[in-house]
């Protein structure tokens, strides 16, 4: 029941992390490249910083859901197994 709570929890995370973090990202690289050297420094290369570990973070919130499928997975398949044997 953990493990689904937490897969719950990281799959709701990743997925506020994603929203719009494409069009961000491609907002900011083309304010870096129309207005060059000013733009990185009137904040454009700390917030291409952000959204790097934004991107990061919402990669490991992905990396966690599969980690907690996989081990629902192997649970459910193990005790499918079990039962198995006792009927068969």
């Known amino acids: 029941?953990?493990?689904f709570l937490l897969m719950?929890?990281?799959?709701?995370?990743f997925g506020y992390l994603t929203i719009d973090l494409v069009q961000?990202?491609?907002?900011?690289?083309?304010?870096?490249v129309r207005h060059?050297?000013?733009a990185l420094m009137s904040g454009g290369l700390l917030?291409?910083?952000?959204l790097t570990l934004i991107a990061l973070l919402a990669m490991?919130?992905?990396?966690?859901?599969?980690l907690c499928e996989q081990a629902?997975?192997?649970?459910?398949?193990?005790?499918?197994?079990?039962?198995?044997?006792?009927?068969?």
């Open 8 to 13: 719950t929890a990281s799959f709701l995370a």
């Open 72 to 88: 629902l997975l192997q649970r459910l398949s193990s005790s499918t197994r079990t039962i198995a044997r006792r009927l068969g």
């Open 36 to 38: 060059g050297w000013v």
């Open 47 to 50: 917030q291409l910083g952000e």
């Open 24 to 32: 961000l990202l491609s907002s900011n690289a083309a304010f870096i």
């Open 60 to 66: 490991a919130c992905y990396l966690l859901f599969r």
């Open 1 to 3: 029941m953990l493990t």
